[in-house]
């Protein structure tokens, strides 16, 4: 689904919102829980008692399922939702560092039950050092990184499924 797309119908419901953020958001509650609800996730995504349009919700709905389809898929096809590569790299690092903020509030949100073991602390760390980003790059150096950056991302986030799917496959034994 185009970033664009999902961002104007984000932006005329939540003008705080965007399309990176919830997107992020979807990947940490279905990393925490592969059987998480588009609607719990709608609902933690959305002000209180705002509602949506049924072609917005429907576009969302949709959105949420593509990512736990794709998360759920063995050949590595997940990736992160971002601007296309046309846009100003400012502009995606901003991005970047919303789609960041909204996974780990997604995986705040998950509750995971039990501690985390040192890959995933290390993964969350690094998400967490991504928001800090600095917006103001340009130039081919900083658009290699912003490319190696989204890349270990899209890695560190199947690893993450991966370790918190192992933890829950060992604690219903």
Not at 1 to 8: A, E, L, R
Not at 34 to 60: H, I, K, V
Not at 78 to 95: C, T
């Amino acid at each position: 689904m185009p970033y664009s797309t999902i961002n104007n119908f984000l932006a005329a419901h939540s003008p705080d919102l965007n399309a990176a953020e919830a997107h992020g958001m979807a990947a940490g509650l279905l990393c925490v829980n592969p059987q998480t609800t588009s609607a719990y996730w709608l609902e933690e995504l959305l002000d209180e008692g705002q509602s949506l349009q049924a072609e917005a919700s429907q576009l969302l709905v949709r959105l949420f399922e593509e990512t736990r389809r794709l998360l759920a898929s063995e050949s590595f096809e997940f990736d992160l939702l971002l601007p296309d590569d046309d846009e100003l790299l400012s502009g995606r690092l901003l991005a970047l560092k919303s789609w960041c903020q909204g996974f780990l509030f997604g995986i705040g949100c998950g509750q995971i039950r039990k501690a985390l073991g040192g890959d995933a602390q290390s993964i969350l760390k690094d998400v967490a050092e991504f928001t800090r980003l600095d917006t103001n790059a340009e130039g081919e150096e900083d658009e290699a990184a912003f490319a190696e950056i989204t890349e270990y991302l899209r890695s560190a986030v199947m690893l993450l499924r991966d370790e918190l799917e192992d933890e829950r496959d060992t604690t219903i034994h």
